[in-house]
């Protein structure tokens, strides 16, 4: 069964704007943490925004930050990640994730926490 379902994606032209959705259910019901992570060719994967259901506590590192936001919705069960300001460099497929520890967004976020869930991705290209 899929826990997580991304969707979103698309071709956009640099400066535009994307937002991308993850539907959560089954066991991703319950998770403490969130966050998105990227993957592109050649390239290490990044989490790119994280949020902790505890304290509600965002997590953006350099490559984003000012750019991206994280954000729940407990009533239609769904993260969304708004992406402003884009750049050819974040090319990338998407992917949602989740787990049902409690932790940091940071944490979750630094790639040394390999989350419980994962979504299918969502391909996001920005060209011009």
């Known amino acids: 069964d899929v826990q997580l379902q991304a969707s979103g994606g698309g071709l956009v032209q640099p400066g535009g704007s994307l937002r991308l959705s993850c539907a959560a259910s089954?066991?991703?019901?319950?998770?403490?943490?969130f966050g998105w992570f990227r993957q592109a060719p050649g390239k290490e994967r990044e989490g790119v925004s994280c949020?902790?259901?505890?304290?509600?506590?965002?997590y953006y590192p350099d490559s984003v930050k000012g750019r991206f936001a994280i954000s729940l919705d407990m009533a239609k069960n769904t993260v969304y990640l708004q992406m402003n300001s884009l750049k050819p460099g974040d090319t990338a497929v998407y992917y949602c994730a989740a787990d049902n520890i409690p932790q940091t967004a940071h944490y979750f976020c630094s790639g040394y926490w390999n989350p419980a869930y994962w979504g299918q991705g969502t391909q996001v290209t920005v060209s011009s």
């Open positions: 089954g066991a991703a019901l319950n998770a403490y943490a």
């Open positions: 949020i902790s259901t505890s304290d509600g506590i965002t």
